[in-house]
């Protein structure tokens, strides 16, 4: 399920299971976005990014879909393992450089 | 391929002390990122180089924050005075050149704790 904890929301789920990681984001003119995994004690790492104007994208086992009537996106992972354990931040476009949201704790279940 | 690569991982100092860190990006990267990240929250910019030049500052407090990349490689991020809202993990990336398509690479940050 998914919590909000003292500092980060929190999603829990079982390995196997698929993911599905939300932001909001807050500028209707931006133009592209990413989602960035970062793993205790590294810096962020691209997973996948997503232009205005498509709707979807599909990495290896990563969706991003991109809904910009209401200014939300979500990072679908399929088949959750592991090692993906992690915050993931989207980051959307302002000016010529990227504002990042406050971030989502995935927590994989054995 | 060598990644971003940042000195010291962990800094503790008090506050009204100084503190300097260091960040040697990727071979050939023109442009080089600083930010702040506050525990629990997403990075925010500080300043971005552009070889040696500075290209966005904006969000850097000029009272107490300084930046260089002098020969456009290298860059220093320093503080002085640190106060204790300055705990954070200081970030430091490059990319191949500026624009939004070109992918950002993140080192693993210093952490500062300033008590």
């Known amino acids: 399920g998914e919590s909000v904890g003292l500092h980060l929301p929190t999603l829990s789920v079982q390995e196997g299971d698929n993911s599905i990681i939300n932001c909001a984001y807050s500028?209707?003119?931006?133009?592209?976005f990413i989602w960035y995994k970062q793993e205790s004690g590294k810096g962020p790492q691209f997973i996948i990014d997503?232009?205005?104007?498509?709707d979807k994208r599909q990495g290896q086992r990563v969706t991003v879909l991109l809904n910009k009537t209401v200014k939300h996106l979500s990072l679908q992972i399929a088949a959750t393992q592991p090692g993906d354990s992690a915050v993931y931040f989207c980051?959307?476009?302002?000016?010529?450089?990227?504002?990042f949201g406050p971030g989502t704790r995935l927590s994989v279940l054995p | 391929e060598a990644g971003v690569a940042q000195s010291p991982r962990y800094k503790i100092i008090e506050k009204r002390q100084s503190v300097a860190f260091w960040c040697n990006p990727i071979?050939?990267?023109?442009?080089l990122y600083w930010y702040q990240q506050i525990l629990g929250q997403g990075p925010k910019l500080l300043i971005q180089f552009q070889n040696n030049g500075v290209v966005d500052d904006s969000q850097l407090p000029k009272d107490r924050f300084s930046a260089e990349r002098l020969k456009g490689v290298d860059s220093t991020l320093k503080i002085q005075p640190a106060k204790l809202e300055d705990s954070a993990v200081y970030l430091c990336?490059?990319?191949?050149?500026?624009?939004?398509?070109?992918?950002?690479?993140f080192g693993p940050g210093t952490r500062l704790t300033v008590l």
């Open positions: 071979s050939g990267h023109a442009t």
């Open positions: 990336a490059s990319s191949l050149d500026r624009g939004l398509w070109n992918e950002q690479f």
């Open positions: 997503i232009r205005s104007n498509m």
């Open positions: 980051a959307e476009e302002y000016g010529q450089n990227f504002v």
């Open positions: 500028n209707s003119a931006s133009d592209y």
